[in-house]
């Protein structure tokens, strides 16, 4: 009875801890969502931001194949003219239509093809996975998609920042970015206002920029708090399967 007093003491004393923590965090780094300009200048500072990291040749990109390292291993193989994807993580492998998962899609356990409310779940988790981690992916490139709104922000600095809010698409519509550029207008942080992050304005690095074989260039590597997180790993990319490394059809 008394251990467990104690353990009880010591778990509450870390709860405690914890939530002080995440008040503090909220507390001085919660920022309000600046308000930018919507013009013609913002889209142009856009169209500056994609040549930086070569949307032309990320667009002409056929195969990609990483794993995104973030709140679990996902491991993908998109075929992004062909729009399917293999999503696999744990146990499971998913097969997506990334027009609409909805349709054709497939679920697979230990291989072997499940169906009904199983099959459906683990869509549904494939679809999410893939939303995020490709985002995350490559984001750059998606600040002129269909639902985006482009504005400028003023910094401290009194340099110009690209706010890019999306409206639509995706699972979380509504999210914002801003983004910080260099001098090559190459993106090296952005602050984000997301349904899923409880502090305002979170703070983002972009660093490990890798230029891939294909010739477009992304980031592989995040500063979050003051700590490099490494959160696209074994990253390929290539206009055929053979190209990554991929034998055989992973989209069957």
Same mark, same amino acid.
């Given at each position: 009875?008394?251990?467990?007093?104690?353990?009880?003491?010591?778990?509450?004393?870390?709860?405690?801890?914890?939530?002080?923590?995440?008040?503090?965090?909220?507390?001085?780094?919660? +920022?309000?969502?600046? /308000?930018?300009?919507?013009?013609?200048?913002?889209?142009?500072?856009?169209?500056?931001?994609?040549?930086?990291?070569?949307?032309?040749?990320?667009?002409?990109?056929?195969?990609?194949?990483?794993?995104? @390292?973030?709140?679990?291993?996902? @491991? $993908?193989?998109?075929?992004?003219?062909?729009?399917?994807? /293999?999503?696999?993580?744990?146990? @499971?492998?998913?097969?997506?239509?990334?027009?609409?998962?909805?349709?054709?899609?497939?679920?697979?356990?230990?291989?072997?093809?499940?169906?009904?409310?199983?099959?459906?779940?683990?869509?549904?988790? &494939?679809?999410?996975? $893939?939303? @995020?981690?490709?985002?995350?992916?490559? !984001?750059?490139?998606?600040?002129?998609?269909?639902?985006?709104?482009?504005?400028?922000?003023?910094?401290?600095?009194?340099?110009?920042?690209?706010?890019? +809010?999306?409206?639509?698409?995706?699972? #979380?519509?509504?999210?914002?970015?801003?983004?910080?550029?260099?001098?090559?207008?190459?993106?090296?942080?952005?602050?984000?206002?997301? /349904?899923?992050? !409880?502090?305002?304005?979170?703070?983002? &690095?972009?660093?490990?920029?890798?230029?891939?074989?294909?010739?477009?260039?992304?980031?592989? #590597?995040?500063?979050?708090?003051?700590?490099?997180?490494?959160?696209?790993?074994?990253?390929?990319?290539?206009?055929?399967? +053979?190209?990554?490394?991929?034998?055989?059809? !992973?989209?069957?």
């Amino acid at each position: 009875m008394r251990v467990l007093k104690i353990l009880l003491i010591i778990v509450g004393v870390i709860i405690g801890l914890l939530l002080a923590t995440f008040l503090y965090f909220k507390v001085t780094m919660n +920022q309000a969502e600046p /308000q930018g300009v919507v013009s013609t200048e913002a889209d142009l500072l856009a169209e500056k931001m994609m040549a930086s990291v070569d949307k032309v040749a990320w667009d002409s990109t056929r195969f990609v194949k990483w794993t995104f @390292n973030g709140s679990g291993k996902h @491991n $993908f193989i998109w075929d992004k003219r062909n729009h399917d994807v /293999q999503v696999s993580w744990d146990e @499971n492998r998913v097969i997506l239509n990334t027009k609409d998962h909805t349709k054709g899609s497939k679920a697979f356990v230990n291989g072997k093809e499940i169906s009904g409310d199983a099959a459906t779940k683990a869509v549904n988790s &494939a679809w999410s996975y $893939f939303c @995020n981690d490709s985002f995350w992916l490559n !984001p750059v490139v998606k600040a002129t998609d269909p639902g985006t709104e482009r504005s400028i922000v003023k910094t401290e600095d009194d340099k110009e920042a690209l706010k890019v +809010q999306y409206k639509s698409g995706g699972v #979380t519509p509504g999210d914002a970015y801003l983004w910080t550029l260099d001098e090559n207008y190459r993106p090296t942080s952005w602050q984000m206002w997301t /349904q899923i992050l !409880p502090i305002d304005g979170f703070p983002i &690095a972009w660093k490990g920029w890798k230029q891939l074989s294909t010739g477009a260039w992304i980031s592989t #590597t995040h500063d979050i708090l003051g700590s490099d997180s490494e959160m696209i790993v074994d990253v390929k990319a290539g206009m055929t399967l +053979q190209d990554l490394g991929v034998e055989g059809n !992973p989209f069957e």
